[in-house]
């Protein structure tokens, strides 16, 4: 815990989804019906409309007819000559097997994609697609080049015809060095590979992650508010909004204990591989506090939220972050922007929830150490399999209520991130699991986890102040937030 920090819409479709806590012994709810729920019925602000991502795909390779012709658009035309990739990689059947894959990529993603049916080679096509594009307004174009003279058309592409863009080259289609002008391109993603699909797909998490952002709704809970503020965080677009403490306390305190609670309090603990030293009356303050926090967030139609949450005493949301963020539903510790925004952000690169906390050092065996106490137990996606956990009180108590001890998987490939605010900066470091210590010999809150960062030799390097957010997912995975970076011109910093 850190005792000096920084002081989405959630569609009905997703909080019937996650509606349910599996227990042992079956599902119970957790969004109560009736007296718990009328509290949460004054909407004060609506949902944020949520748009598509809208994506155009284009192809750039000419017919093969028409290079046996002559008539392809450049130098080497009077040859009949198939520069790169040559006349035997069948740009027809790649195009119709890439055209499959990218159609199922954005059916899974909720990306409204329109591919062009035919591939242009044609200087007055290529402008006209340009112009065509730029009037859709789109979010971003994917250009898949076939044709090595055809690059510095992929570059035009990629630059006038919407804000960003993913451009694939596949490897054998270009010839020498890939091209500056896209390589070095600011603002776009260049992939220059072997069929590599999961790269495109990468790219398309990133445009998705960026437009989400923009049109999501964060909501900051904190003590020293007085009234609601409404405001945006400049790079992300992301809405932030702002409202007392007293209010989510006042909600607390009008749910009152019942059956049900004391149910979903009872199968909570049967999930537990062992609860040490949490009182019966202190987990059902746990289920008071995940209504709260279901509520507040419908109240103010939030998508992620944040709570000045160290001193609520008994109220404190410490399981309710957890579970949510293992359901994708970002929540972020002690009103910190920094980190929810990261959690929001791997919500949508990954579609996994992470574990903010803060760091600390083991120089001698130079490891990482995190440790706090809302580590979600989901930490693969609501789908994923569950990480065993302990039920433990809050380490500073004030009082002992309960918080999760998650144990993470030995060798478990995992990325340490930060998105920087005011610094345009976005932090990934790739690394693995040592284990989860135990308490004592170590400290600091209810999860701790050691981690090996990968080729750091220093591993304080890797400090960014409190509450970066540790997201399982491996070098693969890393290369969304380089994506991410790349294509809304931040800086990256890390070992990805």
């Given at each position: 815990?850190?005792?000096?920090?920084?002081?989405?819409?959630?569609?009905?479709?997703?909080?019937?989804?996650?509606?349910?806590?599996?227990?042992?012994?079956?599902?119970?709810?957790?969004?109560?019906?009736?007296?718990?729920?009328?509290?949460?019925?004054?909407?004060?602000?609506?949902?944020?409309?949520?748009?598509?991502?809208?994506?155009?795909?284009?192809?750039?390779?000419?017919?093969?007819?028409?290079?046996?012709?002559?008539?392809?658009?450049?130098?080497?035309?009077?040859?009949?000559?198939?520069?790169?990739?040559?006349?035997?990689?069948?740009?027809?059947?790649?195009?119709?097997?890439?055209?499959?894959a990218?159609?199922?990529?954005a059916?899974?993603?909720?990306?409204?994609?329109?591919?062009?049916?035919?591939?242009?080679?044609?200087?007055?096509?290529?402008?006209?697609?340009?112009?065509?594009?730029?009037?859709?307004?789109?979010?971003?174009?994917?250009?898949?080049?076939?044709?090595?003279?055809?690059?510095?058309?992929?570059?035009r592409?990629?630059?006038?015809?919407?804000?960003?863009?993913?451009?694939?080259?596949?490897?054998?289609?270009?010839h020498?060095?890939?091209?500056?002008?896209?390589?070095?391109?600011?603002?776009?993603?260049?992939?220059?590979?072997?069929?590599?699909?999961?790269?495109?797909?990468?790219?398309?998490?990133?445009?998705?992650?960026?437009?989400?952002?923009?049109?999501?709704?964060?909501?900051?809970?904190?003590?020293?508010?007085?009234?609601?503020?409404?405001?945006?965080?400049?790079?992300?677009?992301?809405?932030?909004?702002?409202?007392?403490?007293?209010?989510?306390?006042?909600?607390?305190?009008?749910?009152?204990?019942?059956?049900?609670?004391?149910?979903?309090?009872?199968?909570?603990?049967?999930?537990?591989?062992?609860?040490?030293?949490?009182s019966?009356?202190?987990?059902?303050?746990a289920?008071?506090?995940?209504?709260a926090?279901?509520?507040?967030?419908?109240?103010?139609?939030?998508?992620?939220?944040?709570?000045?949450?160290?001193?609520?005493?008994?109220?404190?949301?410490?399981?309710?972050?957890?579970?949510?963020?293992?359901?994708?539903?970002?929540?972020?510790?002690?009103?910190?922007?920094?980190?929810?925004?990261?959690?929001?952000?791997?919500?949508?690169?990954?579609?996994?929830?992470?574990?903010?906390?803060?760091?600390?050092?083991?120089?001698?065996?130079?490891?990482?150490f995190?440790?706090?106490?809302?580590?979600?137990?989901?930490?693969?996606?609501?789908?994923?399999p569950?990480?065993?956990?302990?039920?433990?009180?809050?380490?500073?108590?004030?009082?002992?209520?309960?918080?999760?001890?998650?144990?993470?998987?030995?060798?478990?490939?995992?990325?340490?991130?930060?998105?920087?605010?005011?610094?345009?900066?976005?932090?990934?470091?790739?690394?693995?699991?040592?284990?989860?210590?135990?308490?004592?010999?170590?400290?600091?809150?209810?999860?701790?986890?050691?981690v090996?960062?990968?080729?750091?030799?220093?591993?304080?390097?890797?400090?960014?102040?409190?509450?970066?957010?540790?997201?399982?997912?491996?070098?693969?995975?890393?290369?969304?937030?380089?994506?991410f970076?790349?294509?809304?011109?931040?800086?990256?910093?890390?070992?990805?």
């Amino acid at each position: 815990m850190c005792e000096s920090c920084d002081p989405g819409r959630l569609p009905r479709r997703d909080f019937l989804q996650i509606a349910g806590l599996v227990g042992a012994t079956g599902a119970m709810h957790t969004i109560a019906s009736g007296a718990v729920l009328s509290n949460s019925q004054d909407v004060i602000l609506p949902p944020l409309e949520k748009k598509p991502v809208r994506i155009w795909t284009v192809f750039l390779y000419p017919p093969a007819d028409v290079v046996l012709a002559g008539k392809m658009e450049d130098s080497w035309a009077p040859h009949q000559w198939f520069t790169w990739p040559g006349n035997q990689f069948e740009p027809e059947a790649q195009q119709a097997k890439f055209t499959a894959a990218i159609k199922k990529m954005a059916s899974d993603l909720g990306i409204d994609m329109v591919i062009h049916p035919e591939a242009l080679y044609q200087k007055a096509r290529i402008e006209e697609f340009i112009a065509q594009a730029r009037a859709a307004e789109l979010d971003a174009v994917l250009v898949v080049n076939f044709w090595n003279t055809l690059s510095s058309a992929a570059a035009r592409i990629a630059t006038e015809a919407a804000p960003t863009a993913v451009v694939y080259h596949p490897v054998g289609s270009n010839h020498q060095l890939p091209p500056e002008s896209l390589r070095k391109a600011e603002g776009i993603y260049y992939i220059h590979s072997i069929e590599n699909f999961a790269e495109i797909e990468r790219g398309l998490r990133a445009v998705r992650a960026k437009k989400m952002m923009a049109q999501s709704r964060l909501l900051r809970i904190a003590g020293a508010v007085k009234e609601l503020t409404q405001g945006q965080e400049p790079t992300l677009g992301t809405e932030i909004v702002a409202i007392p403490a007293a209010e989510f306390n006042s909600l607390f305190d009008s749910i009152p204990d019942s059956p049900q609670l004391q149910e979903e309090a009872a199968a909570l603990r049967q999930m537990a591989s062992k609860v040490v030293d949490v009182s019966d009356e202190a987990m059902v303050d746990a289920m008071r506090a995940h209504h709260a926090v279901q509520q507040i967030m419908q109240r103010y139609g939030a998508d992620a939220i944040t709570i000045e949450c160290l001193m609520l005493k008994h109220r404190k949301p410490c399981y309710s972050f957890a579970w949510h963020n293992g359901h994708l539903v970002p929540c972020g510790c002690e009103n910190h922007l920094e980190a929810t925004l990261t959690l929001m952000l791997g919500r949508w690169l990954l579609d996994r929830g992470g574990f903010q906390h803060n760091p600390e050092f083991d120089t001698t065996e130079n490891l990482y150490f995190g440790a706090h106490c809302t580590c979600a137990w989901k930490l693969h996606g609501p789908q994923g399999p569950s990480q065993e956990f302990f039920i433990r009180p809050f380490f500073h108590q004030l009082p002992k209520t309960p918080a999760l001890d998650v144990q993470w998987s030995p060798s478990e490939p995992v990325l340490l991130a930060k998105y920087l605010t005011g610094k345009n900066a976005l932090m990934c470091w790739r690394g693995k699991v040592i284990n989860s210590p135990p308490t004592p010999a170590t400290g600091g809150c209810a999860t701790r986890v050691l981690v090996e960062l990968d080729g750091v030799a220093d591993v304080c390097e890797a400090y960014s102040g409190p509450h970066p957010v540790l997201f399982c997912g491996d070098r693969y995975d890393a290369r969304c937030f380089k994506a991410f970076a790349k294509m809304c011109r931040m800086e990256l910093i890390g070992n990805v």
